[in-house]
């Protein structure tokens, strides 16, 4: 069954509360599904393989937003380099500190979020709770030059247990909130709390989320090949 690809766009905007933005995540979908969305006026994208955001990046409008979601090898920073507005998927000191010194040499500012892993099983990328309160706590991101910390990402376990999911984004808006009670004025522009995908994302926005990152909703099942 073909998406209405438009249609799907102007109803999450209709649904998303003001203040909520929606990242579209066009992984697996080719740049004319990018466009029929674009085209509905969607402007901000999200994709999790580098090869694939460039690919799509160089035949799109270049007023579209592009946030990589995905795990980011350390090899591949460069490349993303003034390509991307964010990458929501920062989720190793050594991969932040490798994107502010790829920033610098490129003369660019990279918007980050901290990824924050507290969902029971699977993906294994993603700070601790812990691991960021820490970071913060010590107040590691003074020596940051290129790079601006602005919110943190997450994912709730993949389960039918809707209680489960709601206490993992509260888990995790718990972190961003404890980060600016620790950091208070000396973290400028950290407000951004990025969470909640097409099958969970009313329960994130309830929980705080102010940026929902929806794939299948909008283009439909991905086919991967
Ligand atoms: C694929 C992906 C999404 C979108 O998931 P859907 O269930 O298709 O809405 C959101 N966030 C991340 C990090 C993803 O990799």
């Not at 109803?11 to 929606?22: A, C, F, M, Q, T």
């Not at 991307?84 to 989720?91: L, Q």
């Not at 099983?121 to 991101?141: L, N, Q």
């Not at 489960?164 to 950091?183: E, G, K, L, P, Y």
């Amino acid at each position: 069954m073909s998406h209405d690809i438009a249609a799907e766009i102007r109803r999450l905007h209709s649904e998303l509360p003001e203040g909520v933005r929606l990242v579209a995540v066009s992984k697996f979908h080719p740049a004319e599904a990018i466009r029929e969305a674009y085209d509905a006026g969607q402007r901000l994208f999200g994709e999790s393989r580098v090869n694939e955001l460039l690919e799509k990046e160089a035949v799109l409008p270049s007023d579209i937003n592009w946030h990589f979601i995905g795990h980011l090898q350390t090899n591949k920073v460069r490349r993303l380099m003034g390509k991307v507005s964010m990458i929501e998927s920062v989720d190793t000191e050594r991969l932040l500190e490798l994107i502010d010194s790829e920033s610098r040499r490129a003369g660019v500012l990279t918007r980050v979020l901290m990824q924050v892993h507290v969902a029971q099983e699977e993906t294994k990328f993603g700070f601790s709770p812990e691991e960021v309160i820490d970071y913060f706590s010590r107040h590691a991101f003074c020596t940051l030059t290129n790079t601006h910390i602005c919110g943190v990402m997450g994912m709730a376990s993949n389960t039918d247990d809707m209680e489960r999911v709601r206490a993992d984004f509260s888990a995790i808006a718990d972190v961003f909130t404890r980060v600016r009670q620790i950091c208070g004025d000396e973290l400028l522009g950290f407000d951004v709390i990025s969470m909640g995908m097409s099958g969970d994302w009313p329960i994130a926005v309830a929980e705080g989320s102010n940026l929902v990152r929806v794939g299948t909703a909008i283009f439909g099942e991905r086919q991967y090949i």
